[in-house]
């Protein structure tokens, strides 16, 4: 258990205040952590990750004894999860990226996600086929600037797996929330793909059929005169690239993930400045989404103008037998009707 500080003066109590949880939050703090042993390869992505993620990035430069998989099998993993939650609060850091290499787990990435300065899910992959910022020659983006994120695969919205390495990327990369767009402000984009799909996979459960790799390639995009108001838009690898394999991973914990995604309910004032007068019949639900209540009056049903058509006429299929006798009984009955009249 962390112990709660009281603040001694007006500045700590500002800073304190600024760490609490806000209806519209700051950007992530990423920490990116090496593990007891890197290599050339991690090395090279974290550094690169971090450049990405710049200025809302924090270093260590030292090793530490980290396995946070481990937490449920060895003392280490244990602490582990007590040295994430501190970082997480000393730092007011929300996401961490761990690099270490062994035999077993060669170049190993694990991304962690916390939420009120708890463990909120963890997912570990391998990387593969790596390419650095560096080796490519080229202009590249302006740190601080928010990438433009493409998922290119249906199992983005329909694999758990997929579906939670989505919600990690976006978490990692999306930076600060922002009202409008300047199209000169997105200088670069991240598309996010995978390898074909094994035909047994299932797409919408997790089983033991191997998953495809996730293809990470970095570009930065030159707008060019196309004639119109819309620009043409040309991409430029600027790296790094590399390819993930999904290891191991943990799942949010179902109470911990209903408070995380909880939104705060608008305030009076917010729904009245959005619809421009109060109205009757308006409510916010616990999502924060705006309702309104429509009441109908009673509707006649037997007053509904409805298509005409002869086969619905009454009478109309009243008439036994084949055609050609039905046929022939109504012309007798219309000649017997025009001798009657005429008499």
């Known amino acids: 258990m962390l112990r709660t500080v009281k603040p001694k003066n007006a500045r700590s109590k500002r800073a304190m205040e600024a760490r609490q949880p806000k209806e519209v939050e700051d950007a992530r703090i990423a920490i990116f952590v ?15 990750m971090m ?3 710049r200025p809302d990035a924090i ?3 030292k090793k530490n004894v980290i396995h946070p ?6 003392a280490s993993g244990s602490s582990s999860m007590s040295s994430l939650e501190f970082w997480s609060s000393k730092n007011d850091a929300s996401m961490f990226v761990i690099g270490q290499t062994s035999k077993k787990r060669p170049n190993d990435l694990t991304f962690v996600r916390m939420f009120d300065g708890k463990v909120l899910d963890i997912v570990e992959a391998g990387v ?3 390419v650095s910022m560096e080796s490519v020659p080229g202009s590249k983006s302006t740190p601080g600037h928010k990438p433009l994120m493409h998922f290119a695969s249906e199992l ?3 694999h758990p797996r997929f579906i939670q390495l989505k919600s990690m990327l ?15 402000g997105l200088e670069h984009v991240i598309s996010v793909s995978l390898a074909p799909t094994p035909a047994t996979l299932n797409t919408t459960t997790e089983s033991t059929t191997p998953l495809p790799k996730v293809h990470i390639r970095t570009y930065t995009t030159r707008l060019l005169a196309s004639g119109s108001r819309i620009p043409r838009v040309e991409l430029t690898p600027m790296g790094p690239s590399m390819d993930l394999v999904l290891r191991r991973h943990i799942n949010p914990d179902p109470e911990l993930l209903k408070q995380a995604m909880r939104r705060p309910k608008l305030k009076k ?28 009056g009673k509707q006649d049903l037997s007053r509904l103008q409805t298509r005409k058509m002869k086969g619905l006429k009454a009478g109309a299929f009243e008439d036994g037998g084949d055609d050609g006798a039905g046929d022939s009984g109504s012309d007798d009955d219309e000649a017997s009707n025009k001798k009657r009249k005429l008499s």
Request: proline share 0%; glycine share 10%.
């Open 34 to 48: 090496k593990g007891t042993k890197t290599g050339e390869v991690l090395n090279g992505v974290m550094k690169d």
């Open 51 to 53: 450049a990405l993620k």
């Open 59 to 61: 270093s260590f430069s």
């Open 69 to 74: 998989l481990d937490a449920q099998n060895t």
């Open 128 to 130: 593969e086929n790596y």
């Open 156 to 158: 983005f919205d329909t």
């Open 170 to 184: 976006m978490s990692l990369f999306n930076g600060e929330a922002v009202e409008s767009i300047y199209l000169k």
């Open 269 to 296: 004032t917010d729904v009245e400045k959005g619809l421009g007068k109060k109205r009757k019949n308006l409510d916010v639900d616990e999502m924060g989404d705006l309702r309104g209540r429509v009441h109908v």
